[in-house]
């Protein structure tokens, strides 16, 4: 048995199955895994986050921290409660994990981390911490839901004081702030709008029914991957890991380069790649053009090159066909094949996201 | 509880076999299978003609989660797949015992089959496996 989060009773009461993930009993799925994703792109759901790792980081040198611990630049953040997406990287350049980070104060930061990675996360980060004297508070009794969705907004916001409401409801994409005794953040990962809310763990059954009562649909982590490839989101240990670094991983957006002065750990092994004529490789989405699914791991055949490899594949509810993401040499052209069970068959390279706001952006 | 039709014949692996009036089987995957597979999005049933020997990986149904081999519980030739699951593969969710079959093989006379249980014994295994 895994660890659980606040909210497993009411899973399984609620015919959820349920599986191992990171070492957490999740559920994957209520009823059906394409209902959920439709009901995210169409209308609203809920889905337990309670198993990613909320760590606090305070002291009066916490800003100079993070702008070594992180590859993205933490002084893009200047109004408190915005948050910045980033990777945290060895000194090799390869990713330790994914993580958003939210300024809410001059000595206050908040970083969200994977549940999976939780452990070297935290050691990394305590042993980096010690010399800027910046305290490391792991919140393991707060609750986090995510709420996503055309609808999810509206239908959140009646849980909280009118004041409450109004304060959420004009939330700037990817900032948080404090409301009603819960951190209310409109960030997400799935494509749509909505809040990641993390709460006191006492409040997360009622909130769930509350929110089941309002129309929104309780949703597993299997729509949570569905929803995350079509919005071109990658997934630690499957798209990126300590072994790949973030410019073969479709992440250089995420690395901040300039100011140059910056010295953030990784960045001497960024340096040189970019030294060397940039990285060899590159993190493409695919579209498959014949009938089959794409999953990680299956061989992609690029005409003139090395091969490359599915990092991660499914069936897109939303196009009803498959896609994927794939690492494959810089040079690779538009046109590939992919080896499914020893057939070959057509894929076309596109640029993630495949889909954004319910509307799919390839076809 | 899935579903276990008394007049079927169920394998370890979780396929359901029909014997038909001309003395044909026919194939496909059980309620239990189904539904621990989830919603299916992909089938791929095998070519008519194609000899099959028993416990020989012969179709894939593919869920949204994962890829899963159907084996041939007998040997023989396959006489039809099931083409209407290319377009409509969410069928075998709906009707596994129905219109979700896979594939119908004629067995060759007195060939070798992969262990047959009866609804009692599959019931059992589904049971033992947590359903």
């Known amino acids: ?363 | 509880m899935s579903k276990v039709p008394a007049d079927l014949k169920y394998t370890k692996t979780h396929e359901w076999l029909r014997t038909l009036a001309d003395g044909t089987i026919e194939v496909g995957i059980t309620d239990h299978a189904q539904h621990a597979l989830g919603d299916l999005v992909f089938v791929e049933v095998p070519e008519t003609g194609r000899a099959v020997k028993a416990g020989e990986p012969c179709a894939v149904v593919e869920s949204v989660k994962a890829a899963s081999d159907v084996y041939s519980p007998v040997t023989g030739e396959v006489i039809a797949g099931n083409s209407a699951l290319a377009g409509a593969p969410e069928t075998i969710n709906t009707d596994s015992y129905g219109g979700g079959w896979l594939m119908r093989v004629r067995p060759v006379a007195g060939g070798p089959a992969t262990e047959l249980l009866t609804p009692a014994q599959y019931e059992k295994l589904q049971q033992e496996e947590g359903d």
């Open chain 1, 1 to 363: 048995m895994g660890r659980q989060t606040p909210l497993f009773q009411l899973h399984r009461e609620l015919g959820a199955r349920i599986v191992d993930f990171g070492g957490w009993d999740m559920p994957v799925q209520y009823s059906s895994q394409i209902g959920e994703h439709h009901a995210v792109r169409r209308a609203a759901g809920v889905f337990d986050v309670s198993h990613m790792c909320v760590i606090d980081l305070k002291g009066v040198r916490v800003r100079p921290f993070l702008r070594t611990l992180l590859a993205n630049d933490v002084d893009k953040l200047v109004r408190p409660g915005k948050a910045l997406y980033s990777c945290m990287l060895n000194e090799s350049g390869g990713v330790i994990d994914d993580l958003i980070v939210y300024y809410l104060a001059d000595s206050w930061f908040r970083v969200v981390v994977n549940a999976g990675t939780r452990d070297k996360d935290l050691d990394w980060i305590r042993q980096h911490a010690r010399e800027f004297d910046v305290s490391v508070l792991e919140r393991t009794e707060l609750a986090m839901l995510a709420v996503q969705g055309p609808e999810a907004r509206t239908k959140a916001a009646k849980l909280l004081s009118r004041v409450g409401a109004a304060t959420a409801l004009e939330l700037d994409t990817f900032v948080g702030r404090e409301i009603d005794g819960w951190f209310v953040a409109r960030t997400g990962y799935t494509g749509e709008d909505g809040f990641e809310i993390m709460l006191p763990a006492s409040d997360a059954e009622r909130v769930w029914h509350e929110l089941n009562a309002l129309g929104v649909a309780s949703c597993g982590l299997g729509a949570r991957d569905t929803l995350r490839l079509e919005a071109g989101m990658n997934l630690y240990g499957n798209d990126m890991d300590e072994k790949t670094h973030p410019f073969e991983s479709g992440l250089a957006w995420t690395v901040a380069m300039e100011p140059r002065d910056r010295n953030f750990i990784g960045r001497p092994a960024l340096e040189a790649v970019k030294a060397g004529g940039g990285a060899a490789r590159k993190l493409v989405g695919l579209l498959l053009e014949d009938r089959g699914v794409l999953r990680s791991h299956q061989k992609v055949v690029v005409p003139g090159q090395e091969a490359g490899e599915i990092t991660s594949g499914t069936f897109s509810p939303t196009l009803e066909r498959s896609i994927a993401f794939a690492r494959v040499p810089s040079a690779a052209g538009l046109q590939v094949q992919v080896d499914i069970r020893g057939k070959l068959l057509n894929a076309r390279v596109v640029k993630p996201p495949f889909v954004r706001f319910g509307q799919a952006l390839v076809r």
